[in-house]
């Protein structure tokens, strides 16, 4: 499909960076560099027979790439913005796959869009982003894959290993459920108007690993990383009624005198099918 307009040109003609409570409020910073647009789209082919969600398509950047690469995939828009109705009217006028819906994404289930398969695409708002995805992360079922933009800090968190100052919880969860890739680098200048933070696109894919228990393992990675600097052995005596702390560790290979930030995502969830919340 050909479009008669530029990103740059949709976003001056709907004046959207009038009022700096757009920014502010819902996180826009558009991306208008249609090449780097499509390069984001592409990371989350093949799209098979999945339907595709996109949360938040602003002036329909990033839309316009999904678009581009459906066959007969429907696209499913969530944006909280409503003013942007009549933008989105024109610029998708005649575009018969894709459907908006206004709303907030933190309260609307993807599953619930379609009874396909989904692949979730998002150049995500800065504010809700990470809560966005530990909702997903909880939720997996019929999704394929994840194509992720963040800010770059909190792509480091989901990606980080073992004995970095970025591995905690976000990169426990996200590990265990999801294969999680690290693609490319995107720097503030490339957003208009431009953040303070620079981005970074990830893709997570679910390896349809089961967690029985998954508030145990919540609840222990979350008291672990309170502490990150103390040792597994006094973290777990102290949240822990559990008379045999240290023989549970032993039958985890976990020695007592490790910090949190040294165990694994694997350990987290064996030690925490042993530990009641
Ligand atoms: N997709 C466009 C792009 O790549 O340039 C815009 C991305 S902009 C970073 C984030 C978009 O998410 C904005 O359009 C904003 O209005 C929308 N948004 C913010 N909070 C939202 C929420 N809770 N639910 C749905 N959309 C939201």
């Known amino acids: 499909m050909e479009y008669t307009e530029t990103i740059r040109q949709i976003i001056s003609r709907y004046d959207l960076l009038k009022d700096k409570y757009r920014s502010k409020h819902f996180g826009q910073h558009f991306l208008c560099d249609q090449s780097l647009l499509d390069k984001i789209a592409r990371c989350a082919l093949p799209f098979d027979d999945a339907d595709i969600v996109e949360i938040g398509p602003g002036p329909c950047g990033l839309t316009r790439s999904i678009i581009g690469l459906c066959k007969t995939n429907k696209v499913y828009c969530i944006e909280k913005d409503y003013t942007l109705e009549q933008l989105h009217r024109n610029v998708l006028d005649g575009v018969s796959n894709c459907h908006i819906i206004y709303g907030d994404a933190l309260k609307i289930i993807p599953q619930s869009l379609t009874p396909s398969k989904i692949i979730i695409i998002s150049n ?7 809560q966005l995805l530990i909702n ?3 939720n997996l079922r019929n999704i394929e894959r994840m194509v992720l933009m963040f800010q770059k800090e909190v792509a480091d968190r989901i990606c980080a290993s073992p004995c970095t100052k970025e591995y905690g919880r976000l990169s426990i969860i996200s590990q265990l459920l999801c294969r999680v890739e690290k693609l490319f680098p995107v720097s503030r200048l490339a ?6 933070v620079n981005s970074f696109v990830i893709r997570l894919t679910p390896k349809n690993a089961e967690i029985k228990n998954i508030d145990n393992l919540q609840k222990l990675t979350q008291y672990c990383f309170q502490h990150r600097r103390k040792m597994i052995n006094s973290i777990l005596r102290y949240y822990y009624n559990e008379s045999n702390i240290e023989l549970i560790l032993r039958k985890c290979a976990i020695e007592k005198t490790v910090r949190p930030e040294e165990i694994s995502p694997l350990k987290f969830l064996e030690l925490s099918q042993y530990l009641d919340i």
């Open 191 to 196: 957003f208009y108007p431009q953040p303070q």
């Open 124 to 130: 995500l708002p800065y504010n809700v982003g990470t």
């Open 136 to 138: 997903w992360l909880l």
